[in-house]
């Protein structure tokens, strides 16, 4: 079992721990549409990624009533 040669003080712990605290997100604007976006990831609204439709939305699909 492991066992502290010293003690650590509360000042060497919290330094030690002074990086690990949450950063907020930093969005970006989506070019094609506006809206907020994750950096380097597709726009959940529109599915445009680098002036480019990668994701087509379902109200833009059109299917057959005799396909389904």
């Given at each position: 079992?492991?066992?502290?040669q010293?003690?650590?003080?509360?000042?060497?712990?919290n330094n030690r721990?002074?990086?690990?605290a949450l950063v907020a997100a930093?969005?970006?604007e989506c070019s094609n549409c506006g809206e907020l976006k994750r950096p380097h990831?597709?726009?959940?609204?529109?599915?445009?990624y680098a002036d480019r439709e990668v994701v087509a939305q379902?109200?833009?699909i059109e299917l057959d009533e005799d396909a389904a």
């Open positions: 079992m492991a066992v502290q010293n003690k650590v003080s509360k000042s060497r712990r721990r002074a990086h690990d930093n969005p970006n990831h597709v726009c959940p609204s529109c599915g445009h379902a109200d833009e």
